[in-house]
């Protein structure tokens, strides 16, 4: 505590030099501190779930005749109904094995239909996390029995909160989705949206009631299309390895004796491939999604950048602790002559170091929060709410270190210089101002030289970025996209039959028209640039197709194909109108 008050007293005298060096460590420490809470929820964060390092995911690389994958995972990690009921009937090694897939429905609550996500979800899928309801009960494997006779579901806590204002009555009442009611059975916990990170669950359904509540999804029970996610529990004592082998003893047979004979459209050298496919298992932890894979270069890198910028501000620090440090080289050699030790007053200056540290880390959380807040407002409005703006416990340990790392860093070579035992000679000669003044001339040299060149390196490495930002800002998108308002409506989710969706959509336009400064109407299957993407089959004349040949502009989709799509629509108010776009498919987002 004496050295601390020292310490207080000391930094009190010079507040500009102070001042500077806290605002500096607030920048560098606030940036790392707001790249690491982003890289914590994105690769470091387990499932609030019960032992989430027991929890596997499920793959099966190689050739599929049809399969639809999203944001849970690529095309290779998704499995038919068919065979996900097998294996679950099966001994498959596992504690237990459960499916999931993501749906965007229309959800009507008193009086408001509003669009929402529904996460169509096994029975085992709750009893697998090993999850407890904030409310009533979650589903079970007696909610997955029938097909289309469980109409129940569960609302996730933020749904319950943000549109029920959490209501403890909730319990019994009814919800209707895609126009189906379904009684509310209860919530589930605080923090739980599901297992697939950027999707926020609005509420959980059996899945038994896919077919009931998207019934313009055809053939999602044939073993030739492949739509489900899956994640097992590994039991108490079973490795991967173990459980791999064990799934495969399964998986195999079925594979071959059942499978296979369908795929009519594979040639010869992709049958030989399907037949060799495999259940791979990889650590489920943090739950199932390619954003993962996606951000892990890019945040890696906003690391190593933003540690540079850090190094920058513990050299220009240290810079200034040993201009400062000469003018009380005076002070350090009386002191000495009065007998403190060495270590006494290195101890005193690194406890004014790791002060300054202190008040730096403090004021980065700020500075952290609001760069959290920024970042959350550049991404889309369909991942609002998606980015945690708030600072964790892990992020205030990593904070905490960083800030004692640093004032360690910047302040060690300081210490020991200003306490060096020439100094008693120093005073006896006289001669302060000249002892010692090669070796920290040398230091502060080097401390300049590294600041420039990680200085250049930073700035080389920002003309770069900005110069492809301006390359994509001047890309020629082939409409003009000033002053264009859209928005998607999605009849066919509450049963509206072919004519009736067109009735409402020409009826849409109409009015849309009708408003005063509006140029142009349109309308697409696909919303306009914002990575959707939607395979279909086209009939070339004098083509037979064979084994081996598609005639699919795309072999995969984000989205179910069916011709109950929804449709987007989109406005633009102005002096002029513009062609109406196009929308074309492409391959899987």
């Known amino acids: 505590m004496h050295n601390l008050r020292l310490a207080l007293r000391t930094l009190g005298r010079t507040p500009f030099v102070t001042g500077v060096a806290v605002l500096s460590l607030a920048l560098g420490i606030g940036a790392n501190t707001a790249i690491f809470s982003l890289f914590e929820q994105i690769l470091l964060r387990p499932l609030p779930v019960h032992e989430p390092e027991r ?27 068919p065979m996900f009921r097998d294996l679950e009937a099966a001994p498959n090694g596992l504690a237990g094995l459960a499916a999931h897939r993501s749906m965007q429905v229309n959800i009507a609550l008193r009086g408001q239909t509003t669009p929402g996500t529904a996460m169509f979800v096994s029975g085992s899928y709750f009893p697998v996390l090993g999850l407890q309801p904030a409310l009533g009960r979650l589903l079970g494997p007696a909610d997955d029995e029938t097909r289309g006779g469980h109409p129940v579901a569960v609302l996730s806590h933020a749904f319950w909160e943000n549109r029920l204002g959490a209501d403890p009555g909730v319990v019994g009442t009814t919800i209707n989705v895609n126009g189906q009611p379904l009684t509310v059975v209860g919530v589930a916990p605080r923090g739980f949206e599901g297992t697939t990170l950027w999707v926020r669950a609005d509420i959980f359904v059996p899945l038994t009631m896919f077919w009931t509540l998207l019934p313009s999804y055809t053939g999602y029970d044939n073993r030739l299309y492949h739509w489900l996610y899956l994640f097992g529990r590994l039991a108490p004592g079973t490795t991967i390895e173990e459980a791999r082998t064990a799934l495969n003893t399964v998986y195999r047979p079925i594979l071959h004796d059942v499978e296979a004979p369908l795929q009519r459209r594979l040639s010869d050298r992709m049958l030989e491939a399907f037949r060799a496919r495999t259940i791979t298992l990889e650590p489920g932890w943090r739950g199932q999604s390619i954003v993962h894979d996606m951000a892990r270069t890019p945040l890696v ?33 009386v002191r000495l002559s009065l007998g403190a030790s060495r270590r006494h007053l290195l101890a005193l200056l690194l406890t004014e170091s790791c002060l300054l540290a202190a008040l730096g880390g403090a004021a980065s959380l700020l500075v952290a929060q609001w760069t959290l807040e920024f970042v959350a407002s550049l991404f889309p409005p369909v991942l609002t709410g998606v980015v945690d703006v708030a600072i964790r416990p892990r992020t205030l340990v990593f904070t905490a270190v960083v800030a004692l790392g640093t004032g360690i860093l910047f302040g060690l070579y300081p210490a020991l210089h200003a306490t060096r035992t020439e100094l008693l000679a120093v005073i006896r000669a006289n001669a302060t101002q000249l002892a010692g003044a090669r070796g920290a001339t040398r230091f502060r040299n080097a401390l300049v030289t590294a600041q420039i060149a990680l200085a250049m390196a930073l700035l080389g490495s920002a003309g770069l970025f900005l110069g492809s930002l301006v390359n994509v800002f001047r890309t020629d998108l082939g409409m003009r996209v000033e002053n264009l308002v859209a928005f998607t409506i999605s009849p066919a989710r509450n049963g509206y039959d072919a004519q009736r969706r067109m009735n409402l959509y020409k009826r849409v336009e109409e009015e849309l028209a009708a408003i005063p400064g509006v140029t142009g109407v349109a309308a697409s299957g696909l919303a306009l640039l914002n990575g959707d993407t939607w395979g279909t089959v086209v009939a070339v004349e004098g083509f037979e197709r064979g084994p081996g040949s598609t005639t699919s502009p795309s072999t995969t989709s984000s989205a179910p194909v069916s011709s109950a799509r929804s449709a987007s629509l989109s406005s633009r108010v102005g002096s002029s109108p513009t062609p109406t776009p196009r929308a074309r498919p492409g391959s899987p987002s």
Request: hydrophobic share 55%; charged share 10%; aromatic share 4%.
């Open 301 to 333: 890198l906003l690391l190593v950048v933003m540690g540079l910028v850090l190094l920058i501000a513990c050299a220009n620090i240290a810079n200034m602790l040993l201009a400062r440090g000469a003018g009380r080289s005076m002070e350090m050699a």
């Open 55 to 81: 929890l596997v995911n499920l793959a099966s690389p190689g050739p599929k005749d049809g399969s639809s994958c999203n944001i849970a995972g690529d095309c290779t990690a998704v499995f038919s109904y």
